[in-house]
T-cell receptor, first 114, second 111 residues
Framework: DTAVSQTPKYLVTQMGNDKSIKCEQN?????MYWYKQDSKKFLKIMFS???????INETVPNRFSPKSPDKAHLNLHINSLELGDSAVYFC?????????????FGQGTRLTVV | GDSVTQMEGPVTLSEEAFLTINCTYT??????LFWYVQYPGEGLQLLLK?????DKGSNKGFEATYRKETTSFHLEKGSVQVSDSAVYFC??????????FGQGTRLTINP
């Protein structure tokens, strides 16, 4: 059983399109995250949700809109895609306080904007 | 704000060599420290962690000791294997519900 699963794994799309990435975790965790990994492998947090409530938004453009229908799901919708959005996006989850435990990551979604 | 700095990669070693990947951090309080590993085409996995000063985290032959006086959490392994080839990330978390990562160090082990 996959603990944190993301779909799709690969996404190629044209500039200006709107796309969504889905994430589900079956670990019963309260907190879910989206991270962006750039071409140099640098990882930066985008959003954090706790029990469906947004708690961290790291100055991400408002073209990116996360949605959490329940605490097991955190989807990422991106409007008007730009070339600079090309990256690998990772979903993750953890129990409430990640400082005391580990975060579990999905396999990533490689987004390519052409 | 909090930050993590890792040694520049890539690092290339021969099998059975000794490995050190340096990691230093900046934080206002007392963070928890982590090493995560990313194998090709996969997500990140926790390798080891330490939650307070002088704690030593260990797993799969890797070790790291939380050094508050030098704000460091260097990763070591006495004898690396080809299967250790991956990208290694040092990270911290300080209460806030997020991990702050270093830039990652790509490790390649040659047979």
């Amino acid at each position: 059983d996959t603990a944190v699963s993301q779909t799709p794994k690969y996404l190629v799309t044209q500039m200006g399109n709107d796309k969504s990435i889905k994430c589900e975790q079956n670990l019963g965790h309260d907190t879910m995250y989206w991270y962006k990994q750039d071409s140099k492998k640098f990882l930066k947090i985008m959003f954090s949700y706790n029990n469906k409530e947004l708690i961290i938004n790291e100055t991400v453009p408002n073209r990116f809109s996360p949605k959490s229908p329940d605490k097991a799901h955190l989807n990422l919708h991106i409007n008007s895609l730009e070339l600079g959005d090309s990256a690998v996006y990772f979903c993750a989850s953890s129990p409430y306080r990640v400082s005391n435990t580990e975060a579990f990551f999905g396999q990533g979604t490689r987004l390519t904007v052409v | 704000g909090d930050s993590v700095t890792q040694m520049e990669g890539p690092v290339t070693l021969s099998e059975e060599a000794f490995l050190t990947i340096n990691c230093t951090y900046t934080a206002t309080g007392y963070p928890s420290l982590f090493w995560y590993v990313q194998y090709p085409g996969e997500g990140l996995q926790l390798l080891l962690k330490a939650t307070k000063a002088d704690d030593k985290g260990s797993n799969k032959g890797f070790e790291a000791t939380y050094r508050k006086e030098t704000t460091s959490f260097h990763l070591e392994k006495g004898s690396v294997q080809v299967s250790d080839s991956a990208v290694y990330f040092c990270a911290l978390s300080e209460g806030a519900q997020k991990l702050v990562f270093g830039q990652g160090t790509r490790l390649t082990i040659n047979p």
